[in-house]
């Protein structure tokens, strides 16, 4: 039986193209970029030609963009710079950042004396702003204020915009988790007030184990990885140069087919909601479902009983992947700390339902019918 696979926020197949890109780093091309001779030279052009291309269609300059392995190296990057180099002594975050954040909010704050506050969440899951200024406005510590661009177990998103500038107001500086965002929306960064962003290769078609950090040019900090000078001294490390080539691949592939992609997706995501209305009674949704957010992901609420608790198993035996909230600490059974934070109580199961152009109405309508019967 054929697998239908929704899960596309936790990570998504490699596009042929994208493997096809890379093939020659992995084989004829292997030198190392930081060797002078000519070998080495072709891979150090191959990842500053990358560079150059993701700068350009995030509207950062390429000495802006810098290489890591992936959203959450480079979150831990720009948070302990914020404390150990930019001398911040509050975080402002919130409560349903993914753990990539919060753990690392967390844990700095427990070991190096931070303050630490978290803004409020309305009922509808998007960030309350005015409980953010208030925050800014109570504190007279320099601040980082990390807020993720959007949720990746609602889809909430934020006003990367209008946060920005209400941290520039206070001089705080500003860290948005965008792994959900690069290569699904258009960035401007050179006109957006944010000081740092993240990206991953692996949610738009591109390789796992590939990241980027933007830390905006007016902004000098440390590096995270000591020893070697890759990266421009920022990052030490051989760098992963099939990895490099295979995000920049990616992301021109997302961003040349953006407009047709997205409305295919989000007619998939209406299509889906349509049809859970009309045959699963009881069904209700997480977040701001068709206002401001992500149009690959629905976040779904059964209510509670024996069938609904044992369903993701149940899909998983039907060959249909979903997750049941963030995919990144699956198999822990704690419930997610999202859907708490929103108050949802205990009585609902929630299953994320996230998808990509390669799904089809056809896998909905049998989800759909293997819901029906296991509910």
């Known amino acids: 039986?054929?697998?239908?696979?929704?899960?596309?926020?936790?990570?998504?197949?490699?596009?042929?193209?994208?493997?096809?890109?890379?093939?020659?780093?992995?084989?004829?091309?292997?030198?190392?970029?930081s060797s002078?001779?000519?070998?080495?030279?072709?891979?150090?052009?191959?990842?500053?030609?990358?560079?150059?291309?993701?700068?350009?269609i995030l509207g950062a300059k390429p000495s802006e963009i810098f290489f890591t392995s992936g959203g959450t190296e480079s979150s831990n990057t720009?948070?302990?710079?914020?404390?150990?180099?930019?001398?911040?002594?509050?975080?402002?975050?919130?409560?349903?950042?993914?753990?990539?954040?919060?753990?690392?909010?967390?844990?700095?704050?427990?070991?190096?004396?931070?303050?630490?506050?978290?803004?409020n969440i309305l009922p509808n899951g998007h960030i309350d702003l005015a409980h953010l200024q208030n925050l800014l406005e109570s504190n007279s510590d320099k601040t980082i204020v990390s807020i993720m661009h959007a949720n990746n177990e609602i889809g909430n998103m934020i006003d990367l915009q209008k946060v920005g500038e209400i941290c520039k107001k206070y001089n705080a500086y500003f860290h948005s988790d965008t792994v959900q965002t690069v290569g699904h929306f258009s960035f401007n960064l050179k006109d957006t007030p944010v000081d740092f962003i993240t990206g991953a290769g692996h949610k738009f078609h591109g390789p796992k184990g590939i990241g980027i950090l933007y830390i905006n040019e007016n902004i000098k900090i440390n590096?995270?990885?000591?020893?070697?000078?890759?990266?421009?001294?920022?990052?030490?490390?051989?760098?992963?140069?099939?990895?490099?080539?295979?995000?920049?691949?990616?992301?021109?592939?997302?961003?040349?087919?953006?407009?047709?992609?997205?409305?295919?997706?989000n007619g998939l995501r209406s299509y889906m909601h349509e049809q859970l209305i009309a045959h699963i009674p009881e069904v209700s949704?997480?977040?701001?479902?068709?206002?401001?957010?992500?149009?690959?992901?629905?976040?779904?609420?059964?209510?509670?009983?024996?069938?609904?608790?044992m369903m993701l198993f149940n899909l998983d035996i039907h060959h249909i992947c979903a997750s049941g909230g963030s995919a990144c600490s699956s198999g822990a059974q704690q419930g997610s700390h999202v859907i708490n934070a929103l108050n949802k109580g205990v009585d609902i199961?929630?299953?994320?339902f996230s998808f990509c152009k390669h799904n089809t109405k056809a896998e909905i309508d049998q989800v759909i019918a293997t819901l029906k019967e296991l509910l």
């Open 223 to 265: 590096p995270f990885l000591h020893g070697g000078a890759q990266e421009r001294n920022m990052r030490a490390g051989t760098e992963n140069l099939y990895g490099i080539v295979g995000f920049a691949k990616a992301l021109e592939m997302a961003t040349e087919q953006h407009e047709k992609d997205s409305t295919y997706i």
């Open 78 to 119: 720009a948070l302990h710079a914020a404390i150990f180099d930019l001398g911040c002594k509050h975080i402002i975050s919130s409560p349903i950042e993914h753990h990539a954040t919060l753990h690392t909010v967390s844990y700095l704050a427990k070991t190096e004396g931070i303050t630490l506050s978290y803004v």
């Open 349 to 352: 199961a929630t299953i994320r």
């Open 1 to 33: 039986m054929e697998r239908i696979y929704f899960d596309n926020a936790a990570t998504t197949s490699l596009d042929p193209e994208v493997l096809e890109a890379m093939m020659p780093y992995f084989t004829e091309k292997f030198g190392n970029p």
């Open 285 to 309: 949704f997480n977040g701001d479902t068709f206002g401001d957010s992500l149009y690959t992901l629905l976040s779904v609420n059964f209510p509670k009983n024996e069938k609904s608790e």
């Open 36 to 56: 002078i001779y000519s070998y080495g030279r072709e891979s150090r052009m191959a990842i500053e030609q990358a560079r150059k291309s993701i700068a350009k």
